[in-house]
């Protein structure tokens, strides 16, 4: 018995998937190319408030940027930024591709809290057995439309929420190449420390620009006199500061007031833009 | 060999026939559904793509959602992920018209999402059996 290679068989591959994989990431670029900066906001560790600083975050450079400003939220089983934005409703489908929901302060927001029914986590259509196998090629084909497939029209800065974990941003730079950079969020405590720790090195490793450090929950603020007590031990965000040789861009104390990102660590941030 | 047909018939799986341009000896690819699954996650498509994506078609074909999660534009027509398969199982060289037929039928019903439903009514009352 003789065998043939795919390089002896005569005829045009229609298939040509490498092709089809590269309009992909081209149409990707297409979209992004009308956004001035798009930075990744990510850290190795869940529950430091980094969806909370996304959402703050945004809805102050809305203020401060008229070129407009959006949020993809990549937490795709978890969404949490289009509701802090207060981001409702459906998306709406036309030849230009899917419109982002307009949240707080006209900021324009994709993520998987439009498809969802309450309460319901994100499932995929069959098969449903070995699914581990497929969900990540198919997470990351979703990423990938929230970000080549909605019509974000011109915008100041593109901020993605990344879920936790080291990876995703790695991921990220392979779809966006232009990614602006990235900022990592952090708690004061030593374990979020090493764990952000990893995160930083997988972005630096793979040439993302590191904007900097936001250490969150950085001691707890009085609502009534504005006094701020101790509430985690540690102080992460400097050290990881330090160890990366980029800047702390903030502290921000816990407060059981409205959704802010003080004014501080919003003029640092975009002072780090290019 | 050359790409002659695909078809996905609705249980999971994937199934594609190559023709010998040179003696027509056809050969079958058979895929069960994990494979088909593997292919379908990256959004491209055996055979090429003949027609143009649609917007959000991956996330609108493969999330498990809510019904109105996806509405239409004012003026625009989109295709549900079931009416798009069963549209790629019109022969090639006849699937942009029939695209069109079908678009058209919608447009002018003021029909915001095209289905199989949508698809069967047209071709009852357009006579367009077969297609």
Redesign the interface.
Known sequence: MSFRTYFD????D????AA??GA?RR?VADRLKHVRHVVAVMSGKGGVGKSYLTAGLALAAAQRLAGGVGVVDADLRSPTVARLLDAQG??????????PVTGAGGVRVVS?E????EA?P??????GH?RF??RG??EA??L???LS??SWGTLDLLLIDLPPGADGVVDLVDLVPGLTGALAVTIPTEESGRSVRRALHAAAGAGIRLLGVVENFSGRRCDSCGAVGPLFPGDAGDGLAREFGVPLLGRIPFSGSVLACPDDVVEAVLARLP | MEFAERQEPGDGTFAASFTCPACRRRIALLANPMETQMVRSLGVQIGGKTLDDEPMELVRGAVVGRADAFTSAPGHVRWSAEAAARLERVPSFVRGMVKKIYADYAAERAIAEITPAVMDQARTELGLEGM
Do not use: C, I, N, Y
Request: aromatic content about 8%; glycine content about 8%; hydrophobic content about 40%.
């Open positions: 068989v005569e005829g045009r229609r298939s040509d998937l089809q994989v992909q149409r459906s998306l709406a489908v036309g030849p230009d591709g899917a419109h998987t439009f498809l969802l029914d319901s994100l499932r995929w259509k069959e098969p070995e196998v497929w090629a198919l084909g979703m990938r439309e929230f497939d909605v």
